[in-house]
Nanobody
Framework: QVQLVESGGGLVQAGASLRLSCTAS????????MGWFRQAPGKEREFVAA????????NYADSLQGRFTISIGNAKNTVYLQINSLKPEDTAVYSC????????????????WGQGTQVTVSS
């Protein structure tokens, strides 16, 4: 059974940093590209970032370049999303997903999903 479990969210003040984690089990991690998406209240799910199977290639939403960094952990079954200089508009549920290409930016292109972790940024 495939499981993706996110952690690291919370309530923070604007300007703070967070590192979100997504730990995978039940799948061969290096066969999947991994992505992060977010969904704010009342809005559609939005692509944030993705990383290739090897970890060598990354892809970021154009509007989010610079403050977000996706990486794969040394254990090779964990993907991270570092978010710096958090803004109130970053408030959302952040979810990780496993797919087939780091160039994919649509939710439907990802096969497995975690439940998400809430990030709330106060001003």
């Amino acid at each position: 059974q495939v499981q993706l479990v996110e952690s690291g969210g919370g309530l923070v003040q604007a300007g703070a940093s967070l590192r979100l984690s997504c730990t995978a089990s039940g799948l061969t991690f290096n066969m999947y590209a991994m992505g992060w998406f977010r969904q704010a209240p009342g809005k559609e799910r939005e692509f944030v970032a993705a990383i290739s199977r090897s970890g060598s290639n990354t892809n970021y939403a154009d509007s989010l370049q610079g403050r977000f960094t996706i990486s794969i952990g040394n254990a090779k079954n964990t993907v991270y999303l570092q978010i710096n200089s958090l803004k109130p508009e970053d408030t959302a549920v952040y979810s990780c997903a496993a797919g087939f290409s780091y160039t994919d930016t649509q939710s439907i292109q990802y096969r497995y999903w975690g439940q998400g972790t809430q990030v709330t940024v106060s001003s």
